[in-house]
């Protein structure tokens, strides 16, 4: 018998299935007391979602007996958390020092261009906001700043003169802060001047914008792995990556290569989203993968990282890009919309993950 520890109750708790309860967003953080005593097990668990606590309490209770079946007596309690309390945090000094009120950064990165990163970035951002998380959208993208226009909203920020420096308020739509590479990068200058620019303004957009505070700060960059992007990895102090690809294998393999860069200067991947993964007729129904299938997959294995999901192609992602309304945010009863909040809510939990391993040595051995 395994001894009852957080991680060994937590591995019990992951083979319960419920209606409404997913045990693959089940983390060491889902408990939230452990205590024994002579035999009598207490257990305080959250969880981010509302169960249907009594018939899942005895779920629980039978599956820990029968792991643990020395124990006599089990008191189980649930709570349901708020999604922005249940988003960790973890202790980077580099970052607290330059954002202290953000919890979390990811970088939203792509091999090549034109696979849909802009997109996923913004409609990511939409789906953790609807989810109850505070948002941040920084738009690093020098060679194609379209957050703007994909979140419709072309304004200039408000700039203000504060103590001793001048402060710039974010833009603001759809529960989303944001600001744009494009408001202070000359967009007619060659891309060689922009490079060191651009670098330039991402440190302006973390000490000068005034986010407040912030669960995830999310950044798009541009694609590629060159010099520029190398050194905006650098400069941003971030909680992780996520890659964004098509199936097919002339993008995965600069996926590989956008991953490998993450790697070389130690920035955890929390996953890959594969975008156009499938086209759905809407006359028929029938399923076509216009781009091959399973690329995302296999690169996932093949490193080691997390397959975030699957977006499908559909015209009404386009238009709503084009149109300014993200399409999670206008369609919020569609599948497309249950496929990005199914996606942001992996994404959250790799963070909680990666965090917790950080922070949480607090294994307690009993
Ligand atoms: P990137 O940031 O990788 O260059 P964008 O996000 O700008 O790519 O997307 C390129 C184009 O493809 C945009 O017009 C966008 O609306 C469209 N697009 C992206 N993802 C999808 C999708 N899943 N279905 C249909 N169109 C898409």
Not at 15 to 36: C, H, R, V, Y
Not at 140 to 159: C, E, N, Q, R
Not at 166 to 191: C, Q, T, W
Request: net charge negative; charged share 25%.
């Amino acid at each position: 018998m395994s001894d009852i520890t957080k991680s060994n109750v937590l591995s019990s708790l992951k083979k319960i299935q419920s209606d409404g309860f997913d045990p693959n967003i089940l983390t060491l953080n889902s408990i939230q007391s452990l205590e024994l005593k002579s035999n009598e097990l207490s257990l305080k668990l959250s969880f981010a979602s509302q169960v249907s606590s009594e018939e899942l309490k005895q779920k629980i209770e039978a599956q820990i007996k029968s792991d643990f079946p020395s124990l006599q007596k089990i008191n189980i309690q649930l709570q349901t958390r708020s999604t922005s309390s249940n988003i960790s945090t973890h202790n980077d000094p580099k970052k607290d020092a330059i954002l202290p009120g953000v919890k979390n950064t990811i970088a939203v990165a792509s091999g090549k261009g034109g696979v849909g990163k802009s997109t996923v970035a913004v409609n990511l951002a939409v789906a953790l906001a609807k989810d109850g998380a505070k948002v941040g959208l920084i738009d690093a993208d020098i060679y194609g700043p379209s957050v703007p226009l994909m979140l419709g909203i072309k304004d200039k920020p408000k700039v203000y003169q504060a103590e001793s420096s001048l402060r710039m308020l974010p833009l603001e739509n759809y529960g989303v802060k944001f600001i744009s590479i494009g408001v202070l990068v000359d967009d007619k200058a060659p891309i060689i001047w922009r490079g060191p620019m651009a670098s330039g303004a991402i440190k302006q957009f973390m000490t000068d914008v005034e986010w407040g505070e912030l669960d995830y700060l999310i950044f798009d960059l541009p694609p590629g792995t060159g010099d520029i992007q190398l050194t905006l990895v650098q400069t941003i102090p971030l909680t992780g990556a996520v890659i964004v690809t098509t199936p097919q294998e002339v993008s995965l393999v600069d996926a590989r290569k956008a991953l490998m860069m993450f790697n070389r200067v130690n920035v955890p991947v929390l996953g890959v989203i594969e975008n156009m993964s499938f086209f759905i007729a809407p006359d028929t129904g029938k399923k076509y993968d216009i781009f091959g299938s399973g690329g995302g997959e296999r690169i996932c294995k093949e490193l080691n990282v997390e397959f975030l999901g699957g977006i499908p192609i559909d015209p009404r992602i386009r238009e709503g890009g084009d149109n300014g309304v993200p399409m999670d945010y206008d369609q919020s009863d569609s599948e497309y919309a249950r496929i990005m909040i199914d996606i942001s809510r992996k994404l959250t939990e790799q963070v909680n993950i990666r965090n917790a391993n950080q922070n949480d040595k607090i294994e307690i051995i009993l």
